[in-house]
């Protein structure tokens, strides 16, 4: 591996762990933030949890784990040709799912509603309590005890009230610094990896066609350079080589952008990096494409009516399951009625968070069906 630039997140230059531990022999700091996400609960859970389908509409569209391995993957190609610490950028992209709901950004929006009076629902905000609180696997302490520096990555935004709140992670929202280089590469590296596999899910569920999205520049421009190069090529081959070029611009442009950037500024350390404006970014034109494709999945895909629908059944789910527990936390599984003797409303919400989809469809079933007992 190339040696490391000096504006990288070094392991030296840590902030290090809430609670102080010795230094993992054989593996970087860094590693071993990424390996014990891997060993996580909430890791394993995200296998059954939507990115845009819901987990039984079928078996090849993306989950949140499918996705959180993409990001992973484009982060760490980023990451090494910046010369910045992959591991670091896999630990970040591996985590920053965690704390999704199930069924999307639709359950999130339901969630945070119903928590309305009791400080709100954030997934951003969920995921880094995942790793700071609700993972119980170590005997020392409470979640995964993860750098400052992967926490840091995970918490991509927050608000100015929950800022003041969590105190060394949330400081950087008060003082208007930026992350490290290795959080925003993992930050673009996810809308690299959504905008396209959105694309690439949208044609295989037929909810959109390869005629609409040929309305969209990059889509087209790739589209027409592989059929000029493969005359006879059309169906699935041709859809993954359009958005295999698509991800390739992407990231090549990232690369030599940023490097662009980071000449520029001329950082010389981590604090530096913090002290400066994003440096990780795309050139104007191909910014400019992206929103013109993500404009596109927005009215085509995200707002399809047969996604409507799954919407519209995952909001009375998760609506209908936190009204029951807060009228009666009886219904809460035992070890969670411990806990919502001191914070009835988070405790709750931590539950429903942690559900993947099909276990808030039966967890439903199971509440509201006479059928079932
Ligand atoms: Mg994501």
Do not use: W
Not at 104 to 123: I, K, P, R, S, W
Not at 339 to 361: E, L, S, V
Request: net charge neutral; hydrophobic share 35%.
């Amino acid at each position: 591996m190339a040696e490391r630039a000096a504006y990288a997140a070094l392991t030296e230059h840590s902030r290090g762990r809430r609670h102080p531990e010795s230094a993992p022999s054989g593996r970087s700091e860094f590693q071993r933030d990424r390996d014990r996400i891997i060993h996580s609960t909430a890791f394993r859970r995200l296998e059954y949890k939507t990115q845009v389908f819901v987990n039984h509409e079928g078996d090849l569209f993306r989950t949140r784990l499918t996705h959180s391995l993409e990001v992973a993957q484009i982060g760490r190609s980023i990451a090494r040709s910046l010369n910045l610490d992959e591991d670091l950028v896999e630990a970040i992209a591996l985590a920053h799912d965690l704390g999704h709901t199930p069924f999307g950004h639709t359950g999130q929006d339901v969630l945070n509603a119903c928590m309305h009076e009791f400080g709100g629902f954030e997934h951003n905000l969920q995921s880094l309590r995942v790793v700071d609180h609700l993972e119980e696997r170590y005997a020392e302490f409470d979640g995964l005890n993860l750098t400052f520096e992967t926490r840091e990555g995970i918490l991509k935004h927050c608000s100015l009230p929950n800022a003041k709140l969590l105190g060394d992670v949330g400081a950087r929202f008060l003082q208007k610094l930026q992350p490290s280089l290795e959080a925003q590469v993992a930050n673009l590296a996810d809308e690299i990896a959504y905008n396209n596999h959105d694309v690439d899910d949208g044609l295989r569920s037929g909810l959109i066609e390869i005629e609409q999205l040929s309305q969209v520049t990059v889509f087209a421009r790739h589209l027409q350079e592989v059929q000029r190069r493969y005359v006879q090529l059309d169906g699935r081959r041709a859809i993954h080589e359009t958005v295999r070029r698509m991800i390739n611009t992407l990231i090549t442009d990232l690369v030599a952008q940023s490097g662009q950037n980071i000449a520029r500024a001329n950082p010389r350390n981590i604090d530096e990096i913090r002290a400066a404006a994003p440096l990780i970014g795309f050139s104007d034109t191909v910014r400019a494409e992206q929103r013109e494709l993500k404009q596109f999945l927005r009215t085509q895909l995200y707002q399809h009516y047969r996604v409507n629908r799954m919407s519209n059944k995952a909001r009375r789910i998760i609506k209908a399951l936190f009204e029951a527990f807060m009228d009666d936390p009886k219904l809460l599984p035992p070890q969670y009625q411990d806990k919502a003797k001191q914070d009835q409303a988070r405790t709750i919400a931590d539950y429903i968070a942690g559900m993947t989809d099909r276990y808030a469809i039966k967890e439903y079933r199971h509440l509201f069906s006479v059928e079932e007992l």
